[in-house]
């Protein structure tokens, strides 16, 4: 049941958001210039914008925006090639279906970023340990989405297919895929998603560079407001990637 | 007609081929660490859980993941709360709901490890900074099913209520509660899983105290035996709370279906 | 030239059970089934829920390997599914809704073994014959439940083969949909000469299309009657509303009515998997 968005009404909610943030901005502002918050605990928002102008302008953010996104890409390539295939193939019979989705399903439920101490032991401090965490933790939102496309294929079209002489890869290619794909899609996007938070969180954690690391030694160097600088930077990196990446998957919906 | 006979049941039965997969992995684990991996790296499992005894004898360890499990239930409090609190306001009013929803999900979304270096600023390197941490990770979800499920409310079953001269407080309690049960659940499911996140996050980065210490500990000291033993309860303890909250979610969830 | 008619399709004995025997779900679908179906000819399966009749088109049709008896199609032994031989169409979702109109004709040409260069052709030919060659670049979800089954014959009718199978395709359709579907069937049929076997709920509908109408009993089933409606095709309108249509409708209904009364017993006495449909 869905009522015409009246002009008005759309007016007063983005006034109301718009009020908000002018708010909080407000209070930031206030609070770190009257109110006598700790600059090194809060530092001013112009003082924050004054860094972030100087950070994109400078482009010092270019060398560790280039580690951060060759981790995700690599992890992500990974996790993205072995979750289809390991998918499908547990797909193919409802006897392994039922013995290894729950196993996977249990899996994902665990913060696997725990095994990052481990992951480092073996991997050390550079990009190899992050990039095998963020493709471990990535395999499994993409392979169990994988399972259930393949899984959840109407029927009555493998019927149709197989009555007009479908068999094998033809069957593969023109009705197990295209039925799956948007599911698999979905799999994927969270699976990139899931790769980007964990690889930023690695780097955050252990590490000695991309833009996480980074973030971590302007705060031990007591640049706040670099560092804020540098965290919404991240976040407008991060939602740019996201939106492109569901972009996709919504192209892949296009039927 | 051939009967099943004994055997072949058995490789029919999907939980006990799980089994089987799960005691291959442990056999694997067993022969890599005993004589294909590095003992610098790796350990196999039989010395991994011979060793949990003397992981727990490490001095601090006890006490270590014990405050995390007083972190892990404080914030889940806190998040639970204020989640149901905000998701009510937010949820209840279409008005308010269109206006601070896209607030709450760009939140939602943000990857807040970012700001993990503020979360230590701010609270110190104790037990409050995890709370914390864990409170934003896992109130998020709260806020949004419950509104969700606050919205989801068929119109028909208030206006029926209201027809039959329901107050609203009894419209509250006897018509929105109820509808909120499985929402609420489905919330505290997701929420657990962000309070889990939360604060193993901030306790792996605090590497001075807590189980941060300890897991820096054992990996600057090659010790991957103890290290497998600490990271194998957590995650444990991860696995036991998240199948709680299921279980809880389905019990509760039941009139859904 | 005398030739004897071979009949299009032989059915003999075919009886089917699902599941094994001591299993819950064992259950027997058919029993002992057996007929001729002539070439040229539209025959009707009608019969209560259950009762065999999709059963016995999967069997026909080679998608189903019956537990005992043989089918033979144009002379020959069924194995497997028979794409140059025999078509489906089925009640719905049998369209790929990622492909468009002509697309899915194209590929239920390709799938048959149809060279490219003739597809196109026959595809266009097939949307001419059901009328929708000014939709065929919609995709399947854009289109009304009429036009999809329109689109899913002409699907059947490019694959050029002698046999129809068709279980409920006007099913999920109403009521007006089905009686104009019905008669342009009925002209299609007159002029292709297909044969055609035709499953289905409807009274009606079996009397207004079938040459023959073959009742079924409630589970497990077998053929209880046959019936032959004498009426040439293409079929007028208004044959609906004739006495010999309104005799053969009811004797019909007559022969079912018990079975479906014995069916609907069957299910609510019988034990029942919760949230089963039946």
Redesign the interface.
Known sequence: ?RSARKPA?RL??LA??AA??AGILALWYLATTRWGVSR??LPSPVAVWNALVNVVTSGEFLPDLRVTLFEVAVAFAISATCGVTIGYLVSRSG?RT???E??FA?MY???L??????Y???FGLGPASKIALGATISFFPVALNTITGFSHV?R??V????????SGF?LFR??LL??A?PVILAGMRLGFTVA??SI??TE??ASLAGL?HH??EL??NMEPAR?FA??AF??AI??VL?FAVSLLEAWGRR? | MVTATMPHRFA?N?FI??LG??ALVLVIWEVAGRWLVDPM??APASRVGWDLASVFKTDGVPGAMGITLLELVAAFALAVTAGLSIGLAVGLHT?SR???M??ILFLY???Q??????FV??FGIGPACKIAFGFTHGVFPIIVTVAAGVQGIK?ILLVGARAMGASAWQELRYVVFPHLVPSLFTGMRLGM?GV??GV??AE??VSTAGIGFF??Q??QN?Q?SL??GL?GT??AM??VL?AVMRRLEARFARWRD | MVRVTEPAIRIRGVSHRFGEEGEARNVRALLDTSLDVARGELLCLIGPSGCGKSTLLNVI?G?LAPTAGKVEVLGKGVAG?M??E???V?Q???L????TVRENVD??M????VAAAERAGRAQRALAAVGLEDFADH?P?QLSGGMRQRAALARALS?QTDILLMDEPFGALDEQTRMILGEDLSVLLAATRKTIVFVTHSLGEAVFLADRVAVFSARPGTIKQVITVDEPHPRKPDFVMSEKFTKLRNQLYGLLHDEIRKTMSAESAGPKTPGALS
């Open positions: 049941m009404g007063g909610v109301t958001q908000f943030v090194i605990l006897f039922r013995v290894y729950p196993l249990a439920a665990v913060p970023i725990l095994f990052l101490p481990l480092v032991l073996w109407d009555t079209l019927t149709a297919a197989r009555s007009m002489g479908a033809a023109f009705v295209p039925a794909f980007l938070l930023i969180g955050v954690l996480g973030i971590v705060s031990e560092m540098y965290v991240v976040v991060a939602a996201n039927w | 029919k999907p081929v799980r997969v799960i790296f790796f008005f269109r206006a601070f896209p607030i979304g943000m990857p490890v970012t700001i993990l270096p503020i600023l701010c119109p899983t889990l996140l193993l996050l792996l980065y897991t820096t054992f990996t090659f991957p290290l497998l990271i957590l995650a991860a696995i998240n | 049709g998608l599914p794409p140059r025999v078509a489906f089925f719905e979702h049998a790929f809704p990622w492909n590929l239920g390709r799938f048959q073994g995709f979800g694959l």
